[in-house]
């Protein structure tokens, strides 16, 4: 009874506090974050000398498949032998 009794009042006690934090975001509660400084690096200026280049594209050729009949469920289909080229 007393094991019971302890995770009911542990289960309330974190639903409580799951609310208060989720109503004190919702609310704009205090932000602690906003005061502390942030540190920032400064980089020096860039100036780019080079051409850029181009992508290189590669083309795919895939086998010619054809559609030779159609069924419920399944289709058909007729592949020419060719094996996959890249250009």
Not at 26 to 42: E, I, N, Q, V, Y
Not at 62 to 86: I, K, N, S, Y
């Amino acid at each position: 009874m007393r094991d019971n009794l302890f995770s009911a009042v542990l289960t309330f006690g974190l639903l409580a506090a799951g609310t208060l934090a989720v109503g004190s975001e919702l609310m704009g509660g205090p932000r602690s974050s906003a005061a502390a400084p942030t540190a920032r690096a400064a980089l020096s200026a860039v100036r780019v000398v080079s051409p850029r280049q181009t992508a290189v594209v590669d083309v795919v050729t895939l086998p010619r498949v054809t559609v030779t009949g159609r069924r419920d469920g399944w289709v058909a289909l007729e592949t020419h032998e060719a094996a996959p080229t890249l250009e």
